[in-house]
Every structure is written in C-alpha cells, then in structure tokens.
C-alpha cells in the first residue's frame, strides 16, 4: 500500500511563507502523477496545484505566482513552496497522487492521498 505522508503546515502571519512536503513510499513514484489539494472549514476539497512525472506544472488561478510546486522524483518526494500567503489559503493541505502522465483538477481523478496538514494564516 503505497503511503503519502505531508509535513511543513502550521501557522503563519499574512504575507509570509511556508513549504509543505511530500513522501511517498511508491517503488515507482516517477510514475505518479503528483498534486496539492486544500479543503477550508465547509467548502470542498478544491486543486492547488499538481506535477506530472515530466514535470509540467499547473496551478489553480488562486495561487499561480505564489505557490510552486516541485518534485524530486530521487528522493520521492513534493514540494509545495508557498509565499505571500493570505486569509483564504487557510485550509487543511492534502498530498495526492495518481497513476499517469496527466494533471487532473477533480479530486476523484486521485486514488492516493495523504492525512492532511493544516495551514493557518493569521493577521
């Protein structure tokens, strides 16, 4: 069973930065396709940003020029890198992974997925 584990969430002022990562026990993980979703308190589970083993990126309007996501296919492990951080990105932040070269934005698209770590931006 292949296991995502996050770690780097936890509180931090308007404006400043935080980096979450990504571990995954896959043998194979250059063959994942790798993502970031975040769900607020009431709202659904919603795309920050995702990576193909190929490396293209894609992010979600909300957060492009803020957040970059990243792999290290060596160390199998992804990066999400947040800067300039607001209000609204305050969310529980999930790893996700699927089988294949594409980045899908619906969260059914991912049959793996990580416990989760919270982000709290504060004034």
């Known amino acids: 069973q292949v296991q995502l584990v996050e770690s780097g969430g936890g509180l931090v002022q308007v404006g400043g930065s935080l980096r979450l990562s990504c571990v995954s026990s896959?043998?194979?993980?250059?063959?994942?396709?790798m993502a970031w979703f975040r769900q607020a308190p009431g709202k659904e589970r919603e795309f920050v940003a995702g990576?193909?083993?190929?490396?293209?990126?894609y992010y979600d309007d909300s957060v492009k020029g803020r957040f970059t996501i990243s792999r290290d296919n060596t160390k199998k492990m992804v990066d999400l890198q947040m800067n300039s951080l607001k209000f609204e990105d305050t969310a529980v932040y999930y790893c996700?992974?699927?089988?294949?070269?594409?980045?899908?934005?619906?969260?059914?698209?991912?049959?793996?997925w990580g416990q989760g770590t919270q982000v709290t931006v504060s004034s």
């Open positions: 896959a043998r194979a993980f250059s063959a994942y396709t």
């Open positions: 996700a992974a699927r089988l294949g070269s594409a980045v899908h934005w619906g969260k059914d698209e991912y049959a793996l």
């Open positions: 990576i193909s083993w190929s490396e293209p990126t």
